[in-house]
C-alpha cells in the first residue's frame, strides 16, 4: 500500500535545540523540520497522531523516533500574511471533532471567502491526501454584513467542546469575532458570529483558544496589534451565553496558542512576537483575581501553536527563521517531555 | 509638549530613540493602579492644572509613572514651561505655538513652524489625551511624554536649543529657580525636571465629557440623529473602530492608510524605528476626540477636512504594497459620509473650556 510517506533530510532525530530555557530542566528537541510554516496543531487522543497546520497542508505525523510524516490533506490554496516579513500561508488552525473528524480553519483564502472545512479521517494514513475541496462539510463563508464589514477569515484556531466548538477569526476588526458551531448528532452545524471580543477587550485579534480544564470557561489569547508589544489579553468567556467573565493583561506580545497541561492543570501561552522574535517563546500563566503573571519557561523562534498529548508532553509549532543561505522552509514542530 | 514636524520628520534627533523596553516600562509604571491624582486631573472636558478632581466622563484613569507623581506645584511648573518661548533660541516658539490649546492642541497648519519660520515635515499631532498613548510622536518613538518632551526644544528646525543651553537659560530665571527647588528639592536644574514638568502638566490636557460620552450613558437626545447614525458607521460598516478603540479612540498602534505613499519619496513612518518592512508608511493611530478642532489630518496634515478623510477611508486608501487590511471600499453614501462626519464634529466634540489659557510666566 503506497503511502504518502515523506522522510525528513533534516533532523529528525530528537535532537536537542539551540534555544534558551529559563529552567535548565526544560528540554526542547524537534520532532520535525524542514515544515512551511506551521501555525496549528492537534493530538489524536487514541492513536497519539499529531495533525499539523503548514502551507499548503496539512500534515499527519506519527511521533516516533524518527517521526513520520504524511500529508493529511493538500491542495489548498495560498495566502499571504504580513507586510514584511511576509509569509505564505495556508490552512490555519486544527482541532479534532471526536476521533473520526478532523476540523481545519483556512487562511488560504481572501477574508469573506475561507471556510472551516471538516474532514472524515482514519486511524492510520491515507493513501492519498484528501484535497482541501472534498471536506465533509465546508462552513461558512461568512461574508460582508452587518455582523462583518468585510466579511471573516483566518480561522486561527479551534477549540471544541460537548455542544459546540469555536473559532477565532480576524475579518472585522471592529468586532473581532470568535464562531461559533454547534454540534448536533456529530455533526456540525451553521458557523456564525458568536463573541465580538473588540468591543469587549478594546483589543484586536482573537487568535488562541481553549476550554478551562473543567470545560467551563472558553479562553482566549488576544493577540493584539503585531506592531506593539505587551498589548495581548487573555480573556475567559462562558461558553453557552459568551459572557465575558474575566479579562487581563497577559504581559505578552503576541499570544498564538494556549493550552492547559493534563497533568498539572497549568495554563501555557506560545507568545510569536512580531516586534522582536528574541522575546518570544513559551510561558506559563498564573491567573489570579489581580491579573495574569507570564512566565517564561523557553525562548522559541516564533511559535504559533502548541498541544498537550495525555502524557503531558507537549509539541509547539514554530514558523522559525530560515539560517541565512537557506532555501528551504524553516518551520519546525518541537516536543517538550512530560514536565510540565 | 507632543510631537512636533520636524522632530517626527526625523531631521534631528536629540532623544535617545531607544527600543521599547517591554517588561521594564511595565515595571515603571503603576499598571492596573493607574493614578487618579484627585484635585489634579480631570474636570467636566478640556481641564487642566487648576481643575476640580473630577475625570472628565469617559475617561479612564490616568497612567501616571511612578518616578513622576503628579502635584499640584509641578503642574503648575510644567504649564509655564509649555507656554513659555524663552524655551527656544530666539525666544520665538513655545510648546504651545505648534500644540495650541485653541486649535485643538495642535497648530491649524499642515506643519508647524519653528524658530526663524522654519517648516518640518509632519503635522502637529494633538496633545489632548497624549496621557493615555504607548507612543509619542507619529512613529511612536518615544515610549512617555518624559522621553517626547525635550525633542522638540533640541531640535533645530523647532525650537533650536541644546539642552544645556535651555536649562542654562531657565536657570536664569529666579521665578522657575525657586519652583524647580519647591518641586523637585533640586538647586540645579536639569533637563530631567524640565521633561517631568512638562509631561506632568500634559497629563492634565484631557478631552471627555463628550456628547457621546452622554450618550453611552443613556442621555439618547446628547447627540442628534444624524450624528447617531454616524456613530452606528463608525464602528460598524465604516470600520473607523477598527482603529480608533477604546476610550481614547485610538488602537495606539501603527497602521499604513496610504496618506503620502503615491508621492516619490513616502515618508516611512514607523518603519524608521522599528526597522521592520511591514511597518512601511504607517503611521500611529490618533485620538478623534475633539477632532472637528485640530484639522488639518492625517501625518502629513494633507487633508484639510473631515469630509476629505472620509472620502480617503470611503476609497479604500491609498493603494502600496503595505497598506493596511483595514483599509477597503466602504462605499458609504453620500449620506452615510455626511453621518459619519457629523458625529465626529458634534458627538466627540467636549464642551469649550478656557482652563488651558496661557498662564503668567515668571521673571
Known sequence: MFRRFLPQAGAL??????????????????VLDGLDNPSGVAIHAKTGHLFVATHPAVLRVAPGNPAKKFVEVDAFKTDIYGKGPKYEIGPLGVALLGEDHLIVGDGSLADAAELVRVFKIGATPLEKPTAADNAEFKLGPIGPGDESAKGEGNFYAIAVGPKAFYVTSNGDDTKGWILKCEIKDGKPGKLVPFIATKPLVNTDA??????????????????????MASDSQLSFYNPEDG?????????LNDIAGLAYSPKTGKLYAVDYSWVDAKNGGLFRLDVTAEGVKAEKIVSLDKPTALVFDKEGALYITLFGTAAEGSKGPAGKLVKIAPEL | MNGRSAVDAGNVDTQSHRPRCIHASRSAWTLGTALVVAGLVGAANLRGADAPAKLPLGLPPIPVPKDNPQTPEKIALGKQLYFDRRLSADDSVSCADCHDPKKGFSNGEQFATGVKGQKGGRNSPTVLNAAYQKFQFWDGRAATLEDQALGPIANPIEMSMTLPEMT?????IGGYRKQFQKVFGVDKITPAEVAKAIASYERTILSGNSPYDHFKQGEVEAMSESARSGMKLFFGKANCGSCHAGPNFTDNAFHNIGVGMDQPNPDVGREAISKLEGDRGAFKTPTVRDIAHSGPYMHDGSMKTLAEVVEHYNKGGTPNPWLDEELFPLKLTAEEKADLVKFMEEGLTSPPTKEHDAPKLPD
Open chain 1, 13 to 30: 532525530l530528537l535532537a536537542a535545540l539551540s534555544v534558551a530555557p529559563a529552567s535548565a530542566e526544560v528540554k526542547v528537541s524537534t
Open chain 1, 206 to 227: 482573537p487568535v488562541a483558544i481553549t476550554f478551562s480544564p473543567d470545560g467551563k470557561q472558553l479562553v482566549v489569547g488576544q493577540m493584539g496589534e503585531v506592531n
Open chain 1, 243 to 251: 459572557k465575558l467573565l474575566k479579562n487581563h493583561a497577559a504581559g
Open chain 2, 168 to 172: 542654562l537659560k531657565v536657570s536664569g
